[in-house]
């Protein structure tokens, strides 16, 4: 399990990068504090991608409290900080740890049926970027700074297609992923302490 979420964390960290070439290159980002594409209820995401919040739920004894938001019902993603208090803001409380929908949409791109690169955008970017679309298109497939999103999915599958297939409502899916997690966490084999020798 620990070699799974390893594994996905190093996907996350490569296409981090890659997002990164990404926006300076053509200067595409999200509007800050814009959490429009969490909103939606029926946002879908597979088990494998929420490996790493889980485990970090888990070893930080939080997973109860997630668990029981989860089971209260709620449809929004149950990481979605949606209440402005003073200067916190709104938006994934654990952001760190989001999953691999969260971290490509608005900042990858799709292949199109002629097998060019097209930004992945929501509609505020699609408005926001409206003059500057054809230009940061042009861009993306001239030097291939995009992550394109079934790159990434394929390399989910190659580590675990069961679970990088398993696709259910957001929290679901995470529900999943703490369950798996927990269960190995609590029966993983204990490291045995050496007894010193009396000398």
Known sequence: MLEKIKQVEQIFKRLEKKVVTLQKGTGLTCQ???????????????????????????????????????????????????LRLSEIENGCSNYAYRGLICRLFGSSA????????????????KEVYAEKLSGITAEINRKQIAPVVSDYY??????????????????????????????????????????????
Request: glycine share 2%; proline share 6%.
């Open 110 to 125: 799709v292949k199109d049926k002629n097998n060019q690169l097209q930004p992945y955008l929501c509609k505020i970017q």
């Open 32 to 82: 800050t504090g814009c959490n429009l594409c969490c909103l939606k209820p029926d946002l879908e995401a597979n088990v494998l991608e929420f490996l790493p919040l889980a485990y970090y739920l888990v070893q930080t004894n939080q997973y109860e409290a997630a668990l029981e938001k989860i089971e209260s019902g709620q449809t929004l993603c149950i990481n979605l900080k949606t």
């Open 154 to 199: 394929y390399e989910l599958q190659a580590i675990d297609p069961y679970l990088a297939n398993d696709y259910n409502p957001i929290n679901q899916s995470i529900l999943k992923a703490i369950s798996l997690v927990a269960y190995w966490y609590s029966n993983r084999p204990k490291r045995k302490r050496s007894i010193p020798q009396a000398g």
